[in-house]
């Protein structure tokens, strides 16, 4: 599968209520390779969103960060779409155009990632024969510096720290 393939599965089903639903309904039709084929593009598409400033503009968003709220983080900007994932990592400011402040809560999208192998065992497979056939892409190497006050934070993502920037929540959670 190509990753316009992907995209076009994701993008089709994107606006649709039940998201997920509808793109675990589709991968149920196709062949257990292609099945495996969209796991595979999925993940070398999460490995493309391996960046340092998406997990800082993961931070400023969530007030926290940690490897699992940054994957989760990660499948959530794939299930928005081509544009907006292309946006974003072009720059990560593009998310405070569409994000709204009362929908963050919600940026823990990672059911995406499970959908394949929920397809692959509804056709009969079994997990071993997944997992096996999937190809795991080595994420980029992130060089993390990270600002050290809100006002660094806000030089560098002055739309996002402006949204989203709660001080008594990362004062909370760290």
């Known amino acids: 599968m190509k990753e316009n393939e992907f995209w076009g599965i994701i993008d089709r089903s994107n606006d649709q ?3 997920e639903k509808e793109i675990l309904e589709y991968l149920c039709t196709l062949s ?3 099945i495996i084929q969209f796991q595979n593009e999925f993940l070398s598409v999460m490995s493309c969103a391996h960046q340092f400033r998406l997990l800082e503009a993961n931070f400023i968003i969530s007030s926290y960060v940690s490897d699992d709220v940054f994957y989760s983080f990660r499948a959530w900007l794939i299930s928005k779409g081509s544009e907006k994932y292309s946006k974003a990592l072009e720059d990560p400011e593009t998310i405070a155009e569409w994000l709204k402040t009362d929908e963050v809560e919600n940026i823990y999208y990672s059911k995406i990632s499970q959908l394949a192998e929920t397809a692959f065992l509804a056709n ?3 997990a071993d024969n997944f997992f096996e056939s ?3 892409p080595e994420d980029p190497r992130m060089v993390i510096k990270w600002p050290e ?3 660094e934070f806000r030089r560098k993502y002055p739309k996002l720290v402006s949204k989203y920037w709660n001080q008594k929540l990362i004062n909370e959670l760290h």
């Open 32 to 34: 257990t390779n292609s």
């Open 17 to 19: 209520d039940d998201f």
């Open 149 to 151: 006050s809100k006002e």
């Open 124 to 126: 009969g497979e079994n």
């Open 134 to 136: 999937i190809i795991y």
